[in-house]
């Protein structure tokens, strides 16, 4: 869900092809990816998201009351890109969204049995997300599906890119769309605009720990 993208090598499932473009854009990828530090937390086929250790910037308090302060450490999540089901020719049908609405429970719950299982990630109260959007009515729109899984966007939370650098990773965004899941070029527009997007770990626990542990006690 970060403007800059997370996407995997070329030959997964999602690729649209060879070419010595596509191939291009993934080293790029990759070369940015390794930078930034993102990485997978799971192995599960179905999952969507990979992560990066961040630091907050700005002072947050959450629905549930969690209090997130400037410097703390959050975990972000990038689109893990050529695993989104590959859209057909006439875009988004119901079928593909109940798909994603699989995947994005089967990576949210990986993630919290993730989070359980690593005592140096204790601190992390918080994970985040950006999605690149072209305008305030995109933006409630999809605030409105994340609010679903239980993420709310950010109040006051500043989006510090400079222009070049918000215009860079709408490219990039661009091209990965492109090289992965091409049918999904027309409604992926450059967007430099981004919303971020927040979820307590403790909401992300209640949700699917807890859903976890009754399943297995029944």
């Known amino acids: 869900m970060k403007s800059r993208l997370a996407v995997g090598e070329p030959g997964a499932r999602n690729a649209s092809g060879g070419g ?11 070369r940015i990816r390794d930078k930034l530090g993102v990485y997978e937390y799971t192995v599960h086929p179905e999952c969507l998201f990979r992560l990066q250790l961040v630091h907050v910037e700005d002072p947050l ?3 549930d009351g969690t209090a997130v302060a400037p ?40 993630l919290a049995c993730y ?29 409105r599906i994340m609010a679903r899984y239980g993420f709310e966007a950010a109040v ?36 430099c605009r981004n919303m971020r997007l927040f979820v307590s770990r403790a909401a992300l626990e209640r949700r699917y720990i807890s859903s976890l542990r009754a399943a297995s006690r029944a």
């Open 115 to 143: 989070l359980a299982a690593q005592p140096s990630l204790r601190d992390i109260a918080a994970i985040c997300g950006d999605m690149p959007v072209r305008g305030a009515g995109q933006a409630e729109q999809l605030a």
């Open 20 to 30: 010595w473009l596509q191939s291009a854009v993934f080293a790029l990828d990759r």
């Open 61 to 63: 308090v959450l629905a």
């Open 156 to 191: 006051g939370s500043a989006d510090r890119r400079s222009l070049i650098h918000r215009f860079g990773d709408g490219v990039l965004v661009l091209m990965l769309v492109w090289a992965t899941n091409p049918c999904a070029v027309r409604s992926a527009l450059l967007r």
């Open 71 to 110: 410097g703390s450490r959050a975990l972000a999540l990038h689109l893990w890109n050529e695993r989104i089901p590959v859209m057909g020719p006439l875009g988004p049908t119901l079928a593909w969204a109940r798909r994603i609405d699989r995947a994005i429970h089967a990576s949210l719950r990986e």
